[in-house]
Antibody
Framework: QVQLVQSGSELKKPGASVKVSCKAS????????MNWVRQAPGQGLEWMGW????????TYAQGFTGRFVFSLDTSVSTAYLQISSLKADDTAVYYC??????????????WGQGTLVTVSS | QSALTQPASVSGSPGQSITISCTGT?????????VSWYQQHPGKAPKLMIY???DRPSGVSNRFSGSKSGNTASLTISRLQAEDEADYYC??????????FGGGTKLTVL
């Protein structure tokens, strides 16, 4: 069965960096794109962008350029989100979400459990 | 790009039907049949309920249905049940080759 398992919660100081992992299993990793979605406390979902798991080419949404980097290690079927120069308003739950299998594929059929990143001094 | 517009909250009684709207523009909802809907219970990851405007994934109740007219997509939940109480989000593809979520709607089952 398809599973996306994310790394655990992180507590970081402002200015530090964090790397969140998303390990996929149960399907061919390089066939489906991987998306990253942010949810700040008490707020809605924000699409951060996606990475083509076949080519490694990332696409970033407005507001998520510069400090945010998507990467892959296809040998272990894992996608990564790295955030540098962390700020307090980066505090959020970060989800990885797979592109869909049927139809257009432009939706998210499987989600990781989420990783809480807390930025506080 | 601003989020798609959803009502902040809707409510209904068990057994009733409710509809949640998702309004975008001719550059997203209006131009593509790539609207999807997600249910999120507190503290949980979102769950796909509808994709490509009106298709339902295997395992999702047929009480959930989707439609679109112009720049507005809609999610209808019929025969409302207590377990349907959750936050609901729409999402669309955009002409910039990006994707966007709605602001979310809190459904209360009275």
């Amino acid at each position: 069965q398809v599973q996306l398992v994310q790394s655990g919660s992180e507590l970081k100081k402002p200015g530090a960096s964090v790397k969140v992992s998303c390990k996929a299993s149960g399907y061919r990793f390089t066939v489906y794109g991987m998306n990253w979605v942010r949810q700040a406390p008490g707020q809605g979902l924000e699409w951060m962008g996606w990475i083509n798991t076949n080519t490694g080419n990332p696409t970033y949404a407005q507001g998520f350029t510069g400090r945010f980097v998507f990467s892959l290690d296809t040998s272990v079927s894992t996608a990564y989100l790295q955030i540098s120069s962390l700020k307090a308003d980066d505090t959020a739950v970060y989800y990885c979400a797979r592109d869909g299998l049927y139809g257009s594929g432009i939706y998210y059929d499987y989600w990781g459990q989420g990783t809480l990143v807390t930025v506080s001094s | 790009q601003s989020a798609l517009t959803q009502p902040a909250s809707v409510s209904g009684s068990p057994g009733q039907s409710i509809t949640i709207s998702c309004t975008g523009t001719s550059s997203d909802v209006g131009d593509y049949n790539y609207v999807s809907w997600y249910q999120q219970h507190p503290g949980k990851a979102p769950k796909l309920m509808i994709y490509d405007v009106s298709d339902r994934p295997s395992g999702v109740s047929n009480r959930f249905s989707g439609s679109k007219s112009g720049n507005t997509a809609s999610l209808t939940i019929s025969r409302l049940q207590a377990e349907d109480e959750a936050d609901y989000y729409c999402s669309s593809y955009t002409s910039s080759s990006t994707r966007i979520f709605g602001g979310g709607t809190k459904l209360t089952v009275l």
